[in-house]
């Protein structure tokens, strides 16, 4: 079935490699300089556009972490028809690095994947369709398996066409309160390479 356009156009945004460098230096006591990828997938095309992301520190490029899934869908939800849907990777060192091995994502299975209840965002469209917020579904919490442990974080992210937000925080299950990532603002990265060529549109092969 053919894609809501303006879910192909935030998808488009959102494909790319990415890098906060202005910030890291404006800030670097607060924000680590990262890179971040967010790379097309082949799942979920018939109904739905999905980015695998990752990200890494300059500094250590080679050692990429939080590979996750981004699957942003049109959902018959009145008060929320845009929504992003995160999966984990049951293994995440299988696809370390992926972000600059497109092919290594073109073999990504649904049984690689694991569905994170609550880790569920409604987008709106603002400043007349130049900008996408992201944020929490009401009453959702997302939680994740990390190392073997429970754990937390709040998701957020704001996109532009060529600059993504990033309002990932991890949060302490008995405080409540936000331990690492955008603890004093969102990371600002602003997109370096474009991918949105690859993206799988209207039955469209990559």
């Not at 018939?46 to 250590?60: G, K």
């Not at 997302?142 to 937390?152: E, M, V």
């Not at 309160?177 to 549109?201: C, N």
Request: net charge negative; charged share 20%.
């Amino acid at each position: 079935m053919p894609h809501n356009p303006t879910l192909v156009t935030l998808a488009r945004w959102m494909a790319g490699e990415f890098d906060n460098r202005e910030q890291a230096i404006a800030d670097s006591v607060w924000f680590v300089h990262l890179r971040l990828w967010q790379r097309p997938v082949p799942l979920f095309r018939e109904d739905s556009l999905t980015l695998f992301a990752e990200q890494a520190n300059v500094i250590n490029p080679d050692q990429p972490y939080r590979q996750r899934l981004i699957r942003l869908m049109q959902t018959n939800a009145s008060q929320a028809p845009l929504q992003a849907q995160y999966y984990a990777f049951k293994d995440p060192s299988a696809v370390k690095g992926a972000g600059l091995k497109p092919d290594v994502l073109n073999t990504i299975t649904l049984e690689q994947i694991e569905f994170l209840p609550g880790c569920l965002l409604q987008i709106t469209p603002q400043f007349g369709g130049d900008r996408f917020i992201a944020q929490p579904m009401p009453d959702c919490q997302c939680f994740f398996s990390y190392q073997g442990n429970k754990a937390q974080v709040q998701l957020g992210f704001a996109a532009s066409p060529d600059t993504f937000e990033s309002y990932d925080k991890g949060i302490d299950i008995v405080t409540q309160k936000a331990t690492w990532g955008a603890v004093l603002g969102p990371y600002r990265y602003t997109k370096r390479q474009d991918f949105a060529a690859e993206l799988a549109i209207d039955g469209e092969s990559q």
